[in-house]
T-cell receptor, first 114, second 115 residues
Framework: KAGVTQTPRYLIKTRGQQVTLSCSPISGHRSVSWYQQTPGQGLQFLFEYFSETQRNKGNFPGRFSGRQFSNSRSEMNVSTLELGDSALYLC?????????????FGPGTRLTVL | AQSVTQLDSQVPVFEEAPVELRCNYSSSVSVYLFWYVQYPNQGLQLLLK??????LVKGINGFEAEFNKSQTSFHLRKPSVHISDTAEYFCAVILPSGGYQKVTFGIGTKLQVIP
């Protein structure tokens, strides 16, 4: 089975722009979660989608949004980029949406905001 | 709310030596515990997880961890490390009823294996 794929792998944007990141989960997985990883804050949960519905959301401003399509692929969007949004954005998929279920992570998209 | 503390930000160890990466958590209720590894320029990979049952959990790549409820710890161990174990290791906790929005990761421990 192919793993979780994320595109693009690297992005450079300037302040004020917006960006869309894409995640394709493992075939058959219905839950997709997004995380932001920074050296200072570590890994922080952004949101989780299951069957095209956002089930859970972390403590991030409304500039961060996402969606999931019927094939379980997910996108996240960040509008009005700030320097502090520079981070590695990780997507993870799981078969179900229970905490005990193993999450499989993609390689991440490294976003640099100049 | 639960929290996770990884006491060591960096751990240097010689090849073939044993290693222990420490993880302590705080929670007023039972939690699920995980260890992940992140190699450079890659995402996280699950090493092992504790849900219930035996307190000694064996994972991939020769790693194991022991859940100690009284000390609220979940330390990761390997009896003999290899160069390929050089990576960053994350401990995480999640409430069984909380879903992924309740996952809390530690800040990470960088393991550097010295030849």
């Amino acid at each position: 089975k192919a793993g979780v794929t994320q595109t693009p792998r690297y992005l450079i944007k300037t302040r004020g722009q917006q960006v869309t990141l894409s995640c394709s989960p493992i075939s058959g997985h219905r839950s997709v979660s997004w995380y932001q990883q920074t050296p200072g804050q570590g890994l922080q949960f952004l949101f989780e989608y299951f069957s095209e519905t956002q089930r859970n959301k972390g403590n991030f401003p409304g500039r961060f949004s996402g969606r999931q399509f019927s094939n379980s692929r997910s996108e996240m969007n960040v509008s009005t980029l700030e320097l502090g949004d520079s981070a590695l954005y990780l997507c993870a998929s799981s078969l179900l949406r229970e905490g005990a279920d193993t999450q499989y992570f993609g390689p991440g998209t490294r976003l640099t905001v100049l | 709310a639960q929290s996770v503390t990884q006491l060591d930000s960096q751990v240097p160890v010689f090849e073939e030596a044993p290693v222990e990466l420490r993880c302590n958590y705080s929670s007023s209720v039972s939690v699920y515990l995980f260890w992940y590894v992140q190699y450079p320029n890659q995402g996280l990979q699950l090493l092992l997880k504790y849900l219930s049952g035996s307190t000694l959990v064996k994972g991939i790549n020769g790693f194991e961890a022991e859940f100690n409820k009284s000390q609220t710890s979940f330390h990761l161990r390997k009896p003999s490390v290899h160069i390929s174990d050089t990576a960053e290791y994350f401990c995480a906790v999640i409430l069984p009823s909380g879903g992924y929005q309740k996952v809390t990761f530690g800040i990470g421990t960088k393991l550097q294996v010295i030849p």
